[in-house]
Nanobody, 114 residues
Framework: QVQLVESGGGLVQPGGSLRLSCAASGFTFSSYAMNWYRQAPGKEREWVATITSAGGRLGYADSVKGRFIISRDNAKRTVYLQMNSLKPEDTAVYYC???????WGRGTQVTVSS
Protein backbone atom coordinates (compact mmCIF):
# COMPACT_ATOMS: atom_id res chain seq x y z
CA GLN A 1 0.00 0.00 0.00
CA VAL A 2 1.46 3.32 -1.10
CA GLN A 3 1.80 5.91 1.65
CA LEU A 4 3.09 9.46 1.45
CA VAL A 5 3.31 11.39 4.71
CA GLU A 6 4.17 15.08 4.58
CA SER A 7 5.49 16.97 7.60
CA GLY A 8 7.34 20.13 8.55
CA GLY A 9 4.69 22.76 7.89
CA GLY A 10 3.79 25.53 10.27
CA LEU A 11 3.44 29.26 10.79
CA VAL A 12 6.38 31.39 9.70
CA GLN A 13 6.95 35.10 9.22
CA PRO A 14 7.57 36.58 5.76
CA GLY A 15 11.20 36.10 4.83
CA GLY A 16 11.50 32.99 6.96
CA SER A 17 12.29 29.39 6.03
CA LEU A 18 10.76 25.96 6.44
CA ARG A 19 11.84 22.49 5.39
CA LEU A 20 9.11 20.07 4.38
CA SER A 21 9.58 16.31 4.32
CA CYS A 22 7.63 13.57 2.60
CA ALA A 23 8.20 10.01 3.80
CA ALA A 24 7.27 7.38 1.23
CA SER A 25 6.49 3.68 1.57
CA GLY A 26 4.80 0.90 -0.36
CA PHE A 27 6.63 1.32 -3.67
CA THR A 28 10.16 1.39 -5.05
CA PHE A 29 10.88 4.98 -4.11
CA SER A 30 14.25 5.16 -5.84
CA SER A 31 12.65 4.32 -9.20
CA TYR A 32 10.27 7.26 -9.35
CA ALA A 33 10.51 10.99 -9.86
CA MET A 34 8.65 12.98 -7.23
CA ASN A 35 6.68 16.21 -7.21
CA TRP A 36 5.68 18.82 -4.70
CA TYR A 37 2.36 20.56 -5.25
CA ARG A 38 0.47 23.12 -3.22
CA GLN A 39 -3.10 24.30 -2.89
CA ALA A 40 -4.07 27.66 -1.48
CA PRO A 41 -7.59 28.35 -0.16
CA GLY A 42 -10.03 28.80 -3.02
CA LYS A 43 -7.44 27.94 -5.67
CA GLU A 44 -6.58 24.90 -7.74
CA ARG A 45 -3.69 22.66 -6.85
CA GLU A 46 -0.46 24.08 -8.29
CA TRP A 47 2.75 22.29 -9.26
CA VAL A 48 5.77 23.51 -7.30
CA ALA A 49 8.78 21.34 -8.08
CA THR A 50 9.95 17.99 -9.48
CA ILE A 51 13.02 15.87 -8.83
CA THR A 52 14.09 12.87 -10.90
CA SER A 53 14.51 9.43 -9.39
CA ALA A 54 18.25 9.87 -8.85
CA GLY A 55 17.97 13.53 -7.95
CA GLY A 56 20.01 14.69 -10.91
CA ARG A 57 17.49 16.93 -12.68
CA LEU A 58 15.20 19.43 -11.05
CA GLY A 59 12.32 21.62 -12.11
CA TYR A 60 10.61 24.53 -10.38
CA ALA A 61 7.58 26.71 -10.93
CA ASP A 62 8.54 30.29 -11.77
CA SER A 63 6.84 31.47 -8.58
CA VAL A 64 9.33 29.57 -6.38
CA LYS A 65 12.46 29.45 -8.54
CA GLY A 66 15.49 30.73 -6.66
CA ARG A 67 13.75 30.39 -3.29
CA PHE A 68 12.78 26.71 -2.97
CA ILE A 69 15.05 23.67 -3.26
CA ILE A 70 13.80 20.14 -3.82
CA SER A 71 15.99 17.20 -2.79
CA ARG A 72 15.70 13.54 -1.90
CA ASP A 73 17.38 10.83 0.11
CA ASN A 74 16.62 7.47 -1.48
CA ALA A 75 18.11 5.57 1.45
CA LYS A 76 15.58 7.26 3.74
CA ARG A 77 12.80 7.12 1.15
CA THR A 78 12.17 10.80 1.71
CA VAL A 79 11.81 13.86 -0.49
CA TYR A 80 12.35 17.35 0.89
CA LEU A 81 11.35 20.90 0.02
CA GLN A 82 13.55 23.62 1.49
CA MET A 83 11.58 26.86 1.35
CA ASN A 84 13.44 30.14 1.83
CA SER A 85 12.43 33.79 1.59
CA LEU A 86 8.84 32.81 2.18
CA LYS A 87 6.06 35.15 1.11
CA PRO A 88 2.42 35.36 2.21
CA GLU A 89 1.43 34.04 -1.22
CA ASP A 90 3.27 30.80 -0.42
CA THR A 91 0.55 30.03 2.14
CA ALA A 92 -1.02 26.71 1.13
CA VAL A 93 -1.31 23.04 1.92
CA TYR A 94 1.74 21.32 0.44
CA TYR A 95 1.54 17.80 -0.98
CA CYS A 96 4.06 15.35 -2.37
CA UNK A 97 3.17 13.13 -5.30
CA UNK A 98 4.68 10.32 -7.31
CA UNK A 99 5.19 11.48 -10.89
CA UNK A 100 2.79 9.68 -13.20
CA UNK A 101 0.81 8.10 -10.37
CA UNK A 102 -2.31 9.27 -8.56
CA UNK A 103 -0.69 8.88 -5.16
CA TRP A 104 -1.02 11.77 -2.72
CA GLY A 105 -0.39 12.37 0.93
CA ARG A 106 -2.68 14.36 3.25
CA GLY A 107 -0.52 17.42 2.98
CA THR A 108 1.08 19.79 5.45
CA GLN A 109 -0.13 23.34 6.08
CA VAL A 110 2.27 26.23 5.53
CA THR A 111 1.15 29.67 6.66
CA VAL A 112 3.29 32.73 6.01
CA SER A 113 2.08 35.67 8.05
CA SER A 114 3.33 38.37 10.37
Amino acid sequence: QVQLVESGGGLVQPGGSLRLSCAASGFTFSSYAMNWYRQAPGKEREWVATITSAGGRLGYADSVKGRFIISRDNAKRTVYLQMNSLKPEDTAVYYCNVVGRDYWGRGTQVTVSS
